[in-house]
Every structure is written in C-alpha cells, then in structure tokens.
C-alpha cells in the first residue's frame, strides 16, 4: 500500500501562482493513475486534475482547464499541480488521490488512495 503527502499549500492572492506537490512511498507509483481534487467546508469533494500512470495523457475540469497543470515525475515519484491565475473560488483543501483501475474515472469514489490534504487560500 501507498502513501500520499500533499505539500505547497498556502495563502496566496488572486492572480498568484502555487504548485502543490504529492510525495508517494512504495514502489508501485507507477501503477497509479493520479488525480487531485479539492473541498471546501459543507460541499462535495471536487475533480480539479488527472494523469495517467506515465503521464502522457491528462485531464481537467472545466473550471481550472487552461490554468492548472497536472504532472507527475516516476522517477520521484511525485504529482505536482501547477496553479496559476489563483481566485478565490480556488481556495480549498486539495488533496491527491491514486486510482490502480485501468478504467477512468474523476469520481472520488473510484480513488482507493488519498493524502490527508493541503490547504489553498486565495485572497481577493
């Protein structure tokens, strides 16, 4: 079994930039496909971001498409999520999940490994 540590969080203002990285223990980084999503207090749990087990293929939701950028580093086994053009409504506790099924999926039901998350505040 896996481990998942998010680091990178922090309070930022609209406009800035964050990347948040998640280290992954065991030898089997590699057999996980790998997705952040995020939450904020009262709602569901949110997809923000998901790349394959060699990264070749990725895929975000609408909402950070063309502001965010998921990707990841086998050889340290590593998922980063590039965040650039923070708003407010980005702010969340993000956390990185690892999913070993060959089928996709950006249903966090469908994630059998999570990190206990990281706070992003962005302020207006």
């Known amino acids: 079994q896996v481990q998942l540590v998010e680091s990178g969080g922090g309070l930022v203002q609209a406009g800035d930039s964050l990347r948040l990285s998640c280290a992954v223990s065991?030898?089997?980084?590699?057999?996980?496909?790998m997705a952040w999503f995020r939450q904020t207090p009262g709602k569901e749990r949110e997809f923000v971001a998901r790349t394959s087990r060699i990264g070749d293929s990725t895929y975000y939701a609408a909402s950070v498409k063309g502001r965010f950028t998921i990707a990841r580093d086998n050889a340290k086994n590593t998922v980063y999520l590039q965040m650039m053009s923070l708003k407010p409504e980005d702010t969340a506790v993000y956390y990185c999940?690892?999913?070993?099924?060959?089928?996709?999926?950006?249903?966090?039901?469908?994630?059998?490994?999570w990190g206990q998350g990281t706070q992003v505040t962005v302020s207006s």
């Open positions: 999940a690892g999913d070993r099924s060959p089928v996709f999926s950006i249903a966090p039901s469908h994630y059998d490994t």
């Open positions: 065991g030898r089997t980084f590699s057999s996980y496909a």
